[in-house]
């Protein structure tokens, strides 16, 4: 019995477990050592076959645009810078609401200093509010400052996490 | 930056870093090209045909596992598209008379090898092509029997026909007296 076909493309392909027959059947057999030697010649073109080079970069389409870069950070930093401000302008405005909001914390120290402040800003807001009151008579303007307030913190704060959470990304 | 690890550029590739692509098509662009050139035997759709095969690469680097080698995974996509191409036009490019430069002035030793190589691709380029393309896998890409079965999604004992007629096919072509 010759060595089939299989049995000769598997013994090279390394994907035979009766290499041990195999190998003695090859030895004592010219024929179908032959066979093999044919296909191992095939196997030996194969490999010859050189490594052709490329007439054109396949890379071309995949440079970057070399103006941003450099444009990205600058406006990431001044964005950054912004936010900080108008962060910081936030909260000076809402510190003294909070403190209002919720006396039973009973911060003493920091809350009369709070309650200072909010005097200040509160008489600020007076005429802040006093200018929109026309429109709105029927509710009592203290009240209403306060929950304008505690809307515009509420949206900066908002604004500020958001875009803090956007822009780490973008940075890392 | 001058040594990044691929896994570094496809990360900032993610990112849309074209640029750090356009450094993992310059490394394995070459090899890439070798595969469809090996496939389709026809130099300028080989090259249309990488091209191809980095720019949906691009645009699906967000599917591509970080953990898997860039390498090998590039060029089996390469081996894929190739055979959809080919199947997709169902004209066998039946042997391109493909002479890109003139043999008469390249020296004698260079001319054979170019001629050898010439009879491989002849004789390549007259196998099926799904023929083609497990020789691709096996003796090229180095793929075991499974998992050619796998990337190609047929049964492993249609593999092992295909490829030992295949090479039935490319001795007879290759080694036959003057061919
Ligand atoms: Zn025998």
């Given amino acids: ?3 089939t076909d299989e049995q000769l493309n598997e013994y090279l392909d390394e994907a ?4 041990a027959q195999i190998e003695a059947h090859l030895s004592s057999c010219d024929e179908c050592a032959a066979r093999l030697s044919t296909l191992q010649n095939v196997f030996a073109e194969l490999d010859s076959l050189p490594e052709v080079a490329l007439t054109r970069n396949l890379a071309a389409p995949f440079t970057p645009r070399p103006s941003l870069p450099a444009q990205l950070p600058k406006f990431l930093t001044l964005t950054v810078t912004l936010q900080a401000a108008v962060a910081l302008t936030a909260i000076i405005i809402a510190a003294p609401f909070i403190a209002q909001l919720i006396p039973v914390l009973e911060l003493s120290s920091l809350s009369s200093v709070f309650i ?3 005097t200040q800003w509160a008489s600020w807001l007076d005429t802040l509010s006093q200018f929109q009151m026309p429109t ?4 009592p303007f203290e009240l209403s400052s306060i929950y304008l ?3 515009v913190v509420g949206v900066f704060m908002l604004w500020l996490v958001g875009n803090g959470l956007l822009l780490r990304n973008q940075i890392k | 930056m001058n040594a990044s690890s691929d896994r570094d550029l496809i990360v900032l590739a993610r990112r849309g870093d074209a640029g750090a692509f ?3 098509v310059t490394r394995y662009q070459v090899n890439v090209f070798n595969v469809c050139y090996r496939i389709l035997h026809e130099r300028g759709e080989a090259e249309d045909l990488a091209q191809e095969v980095f720019i949906r690469a691009y645009n699906r680097i967000h599917t591509f596992d970080i953990e898997r080698e860039f390498g090998p995974w590039i060029r089996r996509v390469a081996a894929n598209l190739c055979l959809n191409h080919l199947e997709s036009q169902k004209v066998t490019t039946e042997i391109n008379d493909e002479q890109d430069a003139d043999p008469a002035q390249l020296p004698e030793a260079v001319q054979e090898v170019r001629e050898r190589s010439e009879q491989i691709h002849q004789a390549m380029s007259s196998l099926p092509a799904h023929y083609r393309v497990i020789i691709e896998l096996r003796h090229y890409q180095e793929l075991t029997y499974d998992e050619i079965a796998v990337e190609l999604n047929i049964p492993l004992s249609d593999v092992k026909s295909h490829l030992f007629r295949a090479r039935k096919i490319l001795a007879e072509k290759l080694h036959a007296p003057d061919r």
């Fill in chain 1, 116 to 118: 200072q402040l909010q």
């Fill in chain 2, 22 to 24: 356009g450094e993992l």
């Fill in chain 1, 16 to 19: 035979t477990n009766e290499r």
């Fill in chain 1, 136 to 139: 709105l008579p029927t509710i």
């Fill in chain 1, 149 to 151: 307030m505690s809307a």
């Fill in chain 1, 1 to 3: 019995m010759h060595l």
